[in-house]
């Protein structure tokens, strides 16, 4: 038999006062004398008396409960973006519960659902590879909850959104190829229906152009950020289209494709220069080590705390928020760069 859930009511009868009585001392209500205030809060503590936050956020119009959805939990990336917002939510009086989507839309709209119905005081969200219609999102604004949108966002939903400055990071990521000497960089890019890829395309399209190297669109392999699609796809770009090097928007994808190299005795970074993006910990333990983009997640996380805070608050915060990056150069797209300047 399940045991029975002591309520203010139980409480109540216990001290022989009024339920109402109890509701307000428990709410810390400075009209009951602080005396029976004590005698509330003990006697609640002895009972096992556990508040019904779902009830009183109804009554408060407002939860102080976070819904976060991420796609993955166990990628390191998104850990330290979770680490970073609790840091700063848990001391403020704030709860973070935390869903992950495994990169499915059907899960993220299953999460976003559940987290409305719970009341959450607002909802953090970076959005599944999957995701390619918004009105899911657009339900929460038309619930009044606060949303922010971080890493992958959609532009067409209104609402603080804060991302990494992914267009410098591959800008950054492809010159620092082309400076080192190779010419035929093949991409390797995330669903381009996501402004994070999108931005990152944009800026290897830029480098190229930038160093009077011209685009060519068979180098662009979409939706390429697994480790299967890693390797399969790196050996497409040198048997085809004599690639000799690329720019992975994804550490595991990169990873997968020097995998790949080594099996077929190419040389990294002699004969073919790989850099990724995430800066993953295994980036500096593989060999050759990883040249990566570091995203800064813990700081990114800080910052969607303090957006989601704001909102909560009602103060309306920047619309749009970029965290700056920097490349980590490492041994995988090194060599090239001594030759040349030997």
Not at 91 to 100: D, E, H, Y
Not at 229 to 238: F, H, P, S
Not at 280 to 290: I, K, Q, S, V
Request: glycine share 6%; aromatic share 6%; net charge negative.
């Amino acid at each position: 038999m399940a045991e029975k859930r002591i309520t203010i009511k139980d409480i109540a009868q216990k001290l022989n006062i009024t339920a109402s009585t109890v509701s307000r001392a428990l709410a810390g209500n400075t009209r009951i004398s602080s005396e029976t205030r004590t005698r509330v809060v003990e006697t609640a503590a002895l009972m096992g008396y556990e508040p019904n936050v779902i009830a009183s956020s109804l009554r408060k119009g407002k939860s102080d409960t976070i819904g976060m959805v991420v796609p993955e939990i166990n990628r390191s990336y998104y850990s330290n973006v979770i680490s970073g917002v609790e840091e700063i939510l848990n001391p403020a009086g704030f709860n973070l519960i935390v869903s992950q989507t495994h990169d499915s839309f059907e899960n993220e709209k299953r999460s976003v659902q559940a987290l409305l119905r719970n009341r959450v005081g607002g909802v953090i969200i970076s959005l599944s590879a999957q995701t390619i219609e918004f009105d899911h999102l657009k339900d929460i604004g038309k619930q009044g909850v606060p949303l922010i949108q971080f890493d992958r966002v959609c532009d067409d939903v209104e609402g603080t959104k804060i991302v990494n400055d992914n267009f410098m990071g591959a800008y950054l990521s492809v010159n620092h190829l082309i400076k080192s000497g190779y010419r035929k960089i093949a991409h390797f890019s995330g669903s381009l229906s996501l402004n994070v890829y999108l931005e990152r395309l944009k800026g290897y399209q830029r480098a190229l152009e930038d160093a009077g190297i011209e685009y060519d669109e068979n180098l662009l392999f979409e939706s390429s950020i697994i480790r299967e699609t890693g390797r399969k796809n790196v050996a497409i770009a040198i048997d085809k289209y004599g690639a000799d090097a690329l720019f992975s928007s994804s550490d595991y994808s990169a990873l997968s494709a020097i995998y790949k190299l080594k099996e077929l005795n190419i040389k990294v970074p002699e004969d073919f220069g790989v850099v990724g993006f995430s800066n993953e910990p295994f980036a500096e333990l593989m060999h050759p080590t990883l040249t990566s983009v570091e995203q800064n997640p813990h700081e990114m996380g800080n910052r969607i705390a303090q957006s989601v805070i704001k909102a909560i608050g009602g103060e309306v915060d920047s619309e749009n928020v970029n965290i700056p990056v920097r490349l980590i150069v490492r041994e995988s797209s090194s060599v090239k760069s001594e030759m040349v300047l030997s």
